[in-house]
């Protein structure tokens, strides 16, 4: 476990040991020609317990497996599911796939960008929101669909975007509460 | 008129997918159990070539055939890949089948394992599907209890076992050479082929890729048998086809409808027509690789090969519908900035190619061309084409070419006479302000974000059009319908 606190900078120990017993739990072997293809599942891993993949984390990874940083690196920048910056508390998402962009997903986006003033994969000043576009979530036939955490809206126009950031704030104040 | 007919969603919605009770009572694992102790593994390879079974994740490559090459390899370890990655941003029919039907994905996967002579099968998921990465963790744990999976399944010699493997977020890796790169940890950069996944695919090892909806039609033509399969679709494609129908039609969702139904029939019958009493321009199938289908060819048959002749495709299911009110240069649009965020960037036809195409496009949205540009489009498109390394470059100048081939007037009328007949593309529209219908009321002019309207109150007001950014803040505000667009 010393080489678990080698790296630790700045986020909490316990997730770094979360993640450190979800690699021991796969039994890799070192030797194993084929070690590389569990490095994809053990970011997702990651990603869901620090919620994004900052070098401190990449480099816990690629010690662990065994594998360089560069590579590690390499695959995380290749894939859009991997962030290494850290998301809003709330996270809005516009899905822009065929079915929702054909029924106006794009002015939706745009409404919330300009109420954020964010860009699509911004975050808030405050850390509070952040805005992404999804593709298809399967619900085309509420298409435009915008996601918030769990929650589905569908049928969305942009007038409709000032209620649903008044649900955002709501969640966001509530979040900080159960802090 | 013709029904829909149910094979790949058989299931779904009529037997609970998280009980493998419901599923064996509904024949589930009767073909299993036919492959196994009546059948040889070359005898269900026949069965399946004889089908005529295509495969369901776009290129319809026949599935025997595929499964022939892998059986035929001599390897100590051969993989059954189930492509579950479904990329294209509009569809969902390989979600609905793994979260609707999921042992009869694990079934159909241990039958190719069994005539290829393969003892491991993984499904490479994408991550953003977890209702049906929890259904599949469960299905799987208790079809071991139950001896459908496993060790010496059912008491033979044959053995198999099925994990999951996780996407994240590339639609490229969809793509098979590319998807097996991501299951061996790597980028999911595409590969030349060949050689193809059958002789060396996934570490090496002969490999078979085939997608969800493939899979779900496995077990039902084992049961029925292949004349029963052949006697549903037409002679070059037999079968039915899932489509997630979508856009401005009454009835969205999911279809099965069997090859060789009009677009006509699906449309006006099942789909229920266009909403709003709008009048239709096109669908398009096939996604970011397709092609739009329009007026003059809704009574063309629907199957591989005629969609392909009409400078469309099959692709995975994806099927817009759209109207009146859609410009097809910008929807053309929409799937060039979907590729160009999707390129992997190896190869420079399709990483440098597609921007440079979108940039002619944005010229023609904006006002900006001249009609020199329709030639460079159309050389730039060729050029990609040839000389792009995987589908992906490939097909991505489809969408320009086949809206350039069906709607060449719209592009016209972009360029000529700087007009978008949709009023979509922003920079060709132009607001004013009907004398005889302003009353002065000056709601315009004060929501107006660059301040271009003048007026004085009770007054007909004026918009400076050099000013004016096109927003379309003023036109929503208008009370007295007194602004129109053009
Ligand atoms: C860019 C690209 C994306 C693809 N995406 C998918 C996909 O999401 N799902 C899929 O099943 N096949 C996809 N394919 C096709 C696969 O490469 C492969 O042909 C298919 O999985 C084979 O299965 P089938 O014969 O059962 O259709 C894609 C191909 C390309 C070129
Ligand atoms: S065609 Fe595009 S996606 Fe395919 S290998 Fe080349 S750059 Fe990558
Ligand atoms: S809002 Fe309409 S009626 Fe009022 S000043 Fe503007 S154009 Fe005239
Ligand atoms: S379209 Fe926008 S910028 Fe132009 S006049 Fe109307 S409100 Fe002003
Ligand atoms: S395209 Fe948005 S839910 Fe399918």
Partial sequence: ?179 | MVKQVRIALRNCGRVNPESIEDYINARGYEALVTCLFDKKPADVINIITESGLRGRGGGGFPTGIKWKAAAAEVSDEKFIICNADEGDPGAFMDRAVLEGDTHSVLEAMTIAGYSVGADKGIIYIRAEYPLAIERIKKAIEISKEYGFLGKNILGTEFSFDIELKYGAGAFVCGEETALIASIEGKRGEPVVKPPYPAQKGLWGKPTIVNNVETFANICPIILNGKDWFRSIGTQKSPGTKVFALAGKINNVGLIEIPMGMTLRNVIDNIGGGIRDGKEFKAVQTGGPSGGCITRENLDTPIDYDNLLSIGSMMGSGGMIVMDEDDCMVNFAKFFLEFTIDESCGKCAPCRVGNKRLLELLEKVTNGQATEEIIPQIEQLCATIKKASLCGLGQTSPNPVLSTLRYFRNEYDEHIKDKKCRSKVCKALLKYEIVPDKCNGCTRCARSCPVQCISGKVKEVHTIDQKACIKCGVCYTNCKFNAIIVS
Avoid: W
């Avoid at chain 1, 120990?13 to 979800?22: G, I, Q, T």
């Avoid at chain 1, 890799?28 to 970011?43: A, H, M, N």
């Avoid at chain 1, 796939?97 to 054909?102: E, L, Q, S």
């Fill in chain 1, 1 to 179: 476990m010393s080489e678990v606190t080698e790296y630790k900078k700045i986020l909490p120990e316990e997730l770094y040991r979360k993640l450190d017993s979800f690699v021991e739990d796969l039994g890799i072997d070192s030797k194993d020609p084929r070690k590389k293809g569990y490095l994809i599942q053990v970011l997702h891993k990651a990603q869901s317990l620090f919620g994004y993949l900052p070098e401190e984390v990449q480099k816990f990874v690629a010690r662990k497996l065994g594998v360089c940083h560069s590579e590690v690196s390499g695959v995380i920048s290749f894939y859009n599911f991997f962030t290494t910056l850290p998301k809003g508390k709330v996270n809005i998402s516009i899905c822009m796939g065929t079915a929702c962009f054909v029924r106006g997903s794009e002015k939706v986006l745009k409404e919330f960008e300009n109420f954020l003033h964010i860009k699509s994969g911004g975050v808030t000043s405050d850390g509070k929101f952040s805005l992404d576009v999804l593709r298809c979530v399967g619900a085309c036939g509420l298409a435009p669909v915008v996601m918030v955490g769990d929650r589905v809206y569908g049928n969305v126009n942009p007038k409709m975007v000032g209620d649903i950031m008044t649900d955002c704030i709501k969640l966001a104040n509530s979040m900080e509460e159960n802090k």
